[in-house]
């Protein structure tokens, strides 16, 4: 989730705002918070839906896992073109420290160092650089390694 602190489910599910919400669960899917505030806006949010809509998705929700599998599923509705750009923008694996620091998110940055791709060797950065680069050029995505 985002570097705020962790928060009881019960509690995010009551937020009152989407931005607070998005503080929490926004970069779940990389630089692209739009699924999660959709989520929010279609099932949480006091100003869109009634008190026995928001009701209903907090007692269908149980736990962080059922969360981001309904959330998952607005990624699943969406035009192929949208899955592709949130594909596109995954960051590239193995970037220099420097670059790392200035492009990509804390998730991403803590799901690369639990892969271990922040101890390479120069040689194997560069090595790994160019299979990400062939790999980019083959399928127009990044090579994409998710780490839980």
Request: hydrophobic share 35%; proline share 5%; glycine share 2%.
């Amino acid at each position: 989730m985002s570097t705020s602190s962790k928060i009881p489910l019960d509690v995010l599910l009551s937020l009152p705002t989407a931005t607070e919400f998005l503080d929490h669960l926004g970069g779940i899917y990389e630089k692209t918070p739009t699924f999660v505030e959709q989520f929010y806006l279609e099932n949480l949010c006091s100003t869109t839906n009634d008190k026995s809509t928001i009701a209903a998705t907090k007692s269908r929700i149980t736990n962080i896992k059922i969360l981001f599998d309904e959330i998952k599923q607005y990624v699943k509705r969406s035009p192929t073109e949208v899955q592709l750009k949130l594909l596109r923008s995954h960051p590239d694996l193995c970037l220099k420290l420097e670059q790392i620091e200035a492009s990509i998110t804390e998730e991403s940055k803590h799901e690369q160092g639990r892969a271990g791709l922040s101890t390479l060797t120069p040689d194997e950065r560069q090595n790994f650089t160019s299979w990400n680069d062939a790999y980019k050029s083959k399928f127009n995505i990044p090579f994409i390694l998710a780490v839980r």
